[in-house]
């Protein structure tokens, strides 16, 4: 009889250890990290080698490996169900990331959203790195095959190029060997964008204005309650200014929906108390972070812990990553001799 067993869909994505996991990466990403970690043949990983575009130090650059695995496994991914590991722990990545390179092309690279930022915020900075940063990704991407790429909306592009070069490599060699990645968002809609609340645009890290979850509450409620609004409305259903959106927006993600109706309803008719909202915002964000703030100071000086996760993760995403590239080479002719 066939086996009933279904074959599971896979699943990769990754972070930076560039600091602290804010609100932004949660629910952009680790919330959907958790949804689909027992659904899914998952790969989640610690991005350092992309880290290195900014020129950390070496210490900078562990302990922010170090921090960003015991977060992951504070906010609860699993390491018997997931695969969490470090990307420089599987070097068949950056031998995939030299082969794409072949094929990705100066124009498209440096159309690239992310690359003319970058060129235009560190113009002392522009390295190589920065250029080729969305081929690494999909080299990270398509080494495991995957299906689905849980990510915000500011990596949009950088899959859309994914999915590009893995097309183009199936073309150029005439086998379908990488499937398109897709992206996956938490609750089948878009992909979202966490707002700062300094006003305008999104949370980040760099951005000075994040909310991260090791936090303390006191410090939460703080920078909640100096967000940026303005006078309040003068007219009925008024359209909302961008930082009291980026309020709503913000609360629609961490509050439930009837918390949200009622700001709604006293902002549409002008009742509205900034300061009552923002209290409450706090509230729900503080129910969110706090057990994992907990679980976060518990873990992250593990080291025995944190180490074997790491070297079980390593040994599973080699496996998959050798098989790969094993085909890969196959497909370019880079065959043995001997
Ligand atoms: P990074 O480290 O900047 O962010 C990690 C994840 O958090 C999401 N995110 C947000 N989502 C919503 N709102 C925000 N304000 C916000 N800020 C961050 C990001 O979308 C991302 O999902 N290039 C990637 C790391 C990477 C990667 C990959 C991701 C390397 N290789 C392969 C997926 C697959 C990055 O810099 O993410």
Redesign the pocket.
């Known amino acids: 009889m066939m086996s009933e067993k279904k074959i599971k869909k896979t699943v ?5 250890p560039t600091g602290n996991l804010h609100l ?2 949660y ?3 680790v919330r959907s990290f958790l949804k689909m970690q027992h659904d899914f043949n998952c790969y989640f990983f610690i ?1 350092d080698i ?1 880290s290195l575009t900014t020129h950390p130090t070496p210490a900078n650059l562990q302990a922010g490996v170090r921090q960003v695995l015991a977060e992951y496994l504070a906010c609860g991914i699993d390491p018997e169900a997931a695969t969490i590991f470090i990307q420089s722990d599987v070097p068949e990545v950056t031998e995939l990331y030299t082969y794409l390179n072949m094929n990705a092309y100066l124009g498209e690279l440096e159309r690239t959203t992310s690359f003319k930022e970058k060129a235009r915020t560190q113009p002392d900075n522009v390295n190589a790195g920065l250029l080729t940063y969305p081929v690494l ?1 999909a080299a ?2 398509i080494i495991h095959k995957a299906n689905y ?1 849980p ?5 949009e592009q ?1 899959l859309e190029m994914a999915r590009t070069f893995a097309n183009r490599f199936n073309r150029m060699y005439h086998h379908k060997l990488f499937p398109a990645p897709k992206p996956f968002t938490f609750d089948g809609k878009d992909m ?3 707002p700062g609340l300094d006003g305008s645009g ?3 890290k760099s951005s000075g204005n994040g909310i991260y979850l090791y936090e303390d509450p006191a410090d939460i409620r703080k920078k909640v309650m100096r967000a940026v609004t303005d006078a309040g409305p003068t007219e009925m259903n008024q359209v909302k200014p961008e930082p009291v959106e980026n309020l709503f927006t913000l609360m629609k993600i961490v509050s439930a929906p009837e918390t949200v109706e009622y700001f709604e309803n006293q902002y549409n008719s002008c009742q509205i108390r900034y300061g009552d909202m923002k209290k409450q915002l706090a509230e729900d964000i503080i129910a969110v972070t706090t057990p994992i703030r907990e679980r976060i100071l518990e873990l992250v000086n593990d080291s025995e812990y944190l180490g074997k996760v790491a070297r079980m993760g390593a040994e599973k995403a080699r496996e998959s990553a050798v098989r790969t590239l094993t085909e890969v080479r196959e497909l370019i002719g880079l065959r043995k001799l001997y």
């Open positions: 990769v994505s990754g972070i930076r932004g990466n629910f952009g990403a991005a992309h990704m990270d991407i790429v990510v915000g909306k500011d990596q950088h979202i964008k966490v999104k949370m980040g």
